[in-house]
């Protein structure tokens, strides 16, 4: 019976993971996914497809939207359709190497609290519970006052926002798995408990840690976007979402297209990821399922 238990839970390795996913019978899933791809697609082929660059003056000021500028144009005479679609792979850039650095950083933390549990689990944690005591934009916004606004800043800037989450599932799902068999086994052989970690820990906890990253994404895409709005991330000429909202904020009455283009990119890739998030968590989360 112990060694049924000891094998239940096997690692979800990505690739498999997520194409065994998008091929079930998950409705959320499937749009979750159809929608982010759709969204990816438009935000890579765009350059291919819209003939203006995102700085270029392409017409008069505040036009709205008309054939050759599908989205209108801003305060400059600068084509929205293709600042959005630009803005995007910026934003989804920075949201995403943010949640990665957070997903590896936050990941390493919270597997040695969980295999080291005494003193040094405590420690670890403790300094967790002290980064999730201040407000997390408020604690962004003294983070990029001091380091900077380039781009290498915020993304790091971000991360370590989001560590404690992940550090946390981390810890949680490795205290399960430090007295299972295979993990005890692998120590009584002499592993080392760095190889111990990487090879039988890691892997069966990438599930819960993978279903996590689409709810950070989507927090740090709209970290990002708040600090844009706020002038403290990615500076002028590059789009963000964040900023360009910003900038039409004097003419919004005028020209509402200026804040319903990217206002609608930021609810469309966050309503993706939170419905392939909680379609992951349906059909992969035990306490979910069943």
Same mark, same amino acid.
């Given at each position: 019976?112990?060694?049924?238990?000891?094998?239940?839970?096997?690692?979800?390795?990505?690739?498999?993971? /997520?194409?065994?996913?998008? *091929? !079930?019978?998950?409705?959320? @899933?499937?749009? &979750?996914?159809?929608?982010? $791809? =759709? /969204?990816?697609?438009?935000? *890579? !082929?765009?350059?291919?497809? @819209?003939?203006? &660059?995102?700085?270029?003056? $392409? =017409?008069?000021?505040?036009?709205?939207?008309?054939?050759?500028?599908?989205?209108?144009?801003?305060?400059?005479?600068?084509?929205?359709?293709?600042?959005?679609?630009?803005?995007?792979?910026?934003?989804?850039?920075?949201?995403?190497?943010?949640?990665?650095?957070?997903?590896?950083?936050?990941?390493?933390?919270?597997?040695?609290?969980?295999?080291?549990?005494?003193?040094?689990?405590?420690?670890?944690?403790?300094?967790?519970?002290?980064?999730?005591?201040?407000?997390?934009?408020?604690?962004?916004?003294?983070?990029?006052?001091?380091?900077?606004?380039?781009?290498?800043?915020?993304?790091?800037?971000?991360?370590?926002?989001?560590?404690?989450?992940?550090?946390?599932?981390?810890?949680?799902?490795?205290?399960?798995?430090?007295?299972?068999?295979?993990?005890?086994?692998?120590?009584?052989?002499?592993?080392?408990?760095?190889?111990?970690?990487?090879?039988?820990?890691?892997?069966?906890?990438?599930?819960?840690?993978?279903?996590?990253?689409?709810?950070?994404?989507?927090?740090?895409?709209?970290?990002?976007?708040?600090?844009?709005?706020?002038?403290?991330?990615?500076?002028?000429?590059?789009?963000?979402?964040?900023?360009?909202?910003?900038?039409?904020?004097?003419?919004?009455?005028?020209?509402?297209?200026?804040?319903?283009?990217?206002?609608?990119?930021?609810?469309?890739?966050?309503?993706?990821?939170?419905?392939?998030?909680?379609?992951?968590?349906?059909?992969?989360?035990?306490?979910?399922?069943?």
């Amino acid at each position: 019976m112990s060694e049924r238990s000891d094998t239940a839970w096997r690692p979800e390795l990505f690739p498999r993971f /997520l194409i065994r996913a998008f *091929l !079930g019978q998950n409705v959320l @899933i499937r749009i &979750g996914g159809v929608m982010l $791809v =759709a /969204l990816l697609a438009l935000a *890579l !082929g765009g350059p291919f497809v @819209i003939p203006h &660059g995102p700085t270029d003056m $392409v =017409a008069m000021s505040l036009q709205p939207p008309s054939a050759a500028n599908l989205l209108g144009t801003d305060l400059l005479g600068r084509d929205v359709l293709a600042r959005t679609l630009d803005a995007a792979r910026t934003s989804l850039t920075v949201a995403f190497c943010a949640m990665a650095l957070s997903l590896m950083a936050g990941a390493a933390w919270g597997m040695i609290a969980g295999y080291n549990v005494g003193s040094v689990d405590l420690v670890l944690m403790r300094v967790l519970d002290v980064l999730q005591a201040f407000p997390p934009l408020l604690l962004a916004v003294a983070l990029v006052a001091m380091l900077g606004t380039s781009t290498p800043n915020l993304v790091f800037t971000m991360s370590i926002l989001f560590v404690p989450q992940f550090a946390r599932i981390a810890r949680s799902a490795t205290l399960l798995l430090r007295r299972r068999q295979f993990v005890l086994a692998a120590e009584v052989l002499g592993v080392s408990p760095l190889r111990n970690l990487l090879t039988h820990v890691l892997p069966n906890i990438s599930t819960p840690l993978i279903i996590e990253s689409t709810s950070v994404i989507t927090a740090a895409l709209l970290t990002e976007s708040a600090l844009s709005f706020l002038g403290m991330g990615i500076q002028p000429p590059t789009p963000t979402w964040g900023g360009m909202i910003a900038e039409s904020t004097s003419v919004m009455t005028r020209a509402p297209w200026l804040v319903l283009a990217p206002g609608s990119a930021i609810i469309l890739v966050v309503l993706a990821f939170l419905l392939l998030g909680d379609g992951l968590r349906d059909k992969f989360d035990p306490k979910v399922s069943g």
